[in-house]
């Protein structure tokens, strides 16, 4: 015979693991790309280093954004996840509302950035409290190609974040 506790018990773990199974759920539903996913088949790929290699006080760095090769569609649509470095570009309140998310630490501001094809703006509704530029952080969410010119350079990528959380 199984006692009232023991139901309770089990109700209330059963009821524990439900709650847990949404971050789950998560878990399962998203694709894991990397940054050289987002670069076409037989386009060349940003040589390391090349960031070093341009001139960092004759041209603004926009200016001096190597070109893009294309763009990659096969994920437009899908739940994606890619890591990252945050470049902020809208605040509301103290938390990052839209930001390039960029490959490596300094893209974009402290040297130029990668091309195109290796730039996603993030936008999210809720803000995200980021601890700074050096920050790696996985951005979950909408994935899809879309061309954004900001001041910092040119993105091909565009993802509707609904999770954003540390690296």
Same mark, same amino acid.
């Given at each position: 015979?199984?006692?009232?506790?023991?139901?309770?018990?089990?109700?209330?773990? &059963?009821?524990?693991?439900?709650?847990?199974?949404? &971050?789950?759920?998560?878990?399962?539903?998203?694709?894991?790309?990397?940054?050289?996913?987002?670069?076409?088949?037989?386009?060349?790929?940003? *040589?390391? !280093?090349?960031?070093?290699? @341009?001139?960092?006080?004759?041209?603004?760095?926009?200016?001096?954004?190597?070109?893009?090769?294309?763009?990659?569609?096969?994920?437009?649509?899908?739940?994606?996840?890619?890591?990252?470095?945050?470049?902020?570009?809208?605040?509301?309140?103290? !938390?990052?509302? +839209?930001? @390039?998310?960029?490959?490596?630490? !300094?893209?974009?501001?402290?040297? *130029? *950035? *990668?091309?195109?094809?290796?730039?996603?703006?993030?936008?999210?509704?809720?803000?995200?409290?980021?601890?700074?530029?050096?920050?790696?952080?996985?951005?979950?969410?909408?994935? !899809?190609?879309? &061309?954004? &010119?900001?001041?910092?350079?040119?993105?091909?990528? +565009?993802?509707?974040?609904?999770?954003?959380?540390?690296?």
């Amino acid at each position: 015979m199984v006692s009232a506790n023991s139901n309770r018990r089990a109700f209330l773990t &059963s009821l524990g693991v439900s709650m847990a199974m949404p &971050s789950l759920v998560l878990a399962k539903d998203y694709i894991d790309l990397n940054w050289t996913d987002l670069i076409p088949e037989g386009q060349p790929k940003v *040589p390391p !280093g090349i960031q070093s290699m @341009i001139q960092h006080d004759t041209l603004g760095m926009s200016a001096q954004q190597p070109p893009s090769h294309g763009v990659r569609t096969e994920w437009s649509g899908e739940t994606v996840r890619l890591p990252g470095y945050i470049v902020p570009i809208d605040y509301s309140g103290t !938390g990052v509302t +839209a930001f @390039i998310l960029v490959p490596f630490v !300094g893209a974009c501001v402290h040297v *130029p *950035p *990668p091309p195109a094809n290796q730039l996603v703006f993030v936008t999210t509704q809720e803000p995200y409290e980021s601890s700074g530029l050096f920050e790696a952080v996985n951005v979950i969410g909408m994935f !899809g190609t879309a &061309s954004t &010119s900001t001041q910092l350079a040119d993105i091909a990528y +565009a993802l509707s974040a609904d999770h954003i959380e540390p690296f």
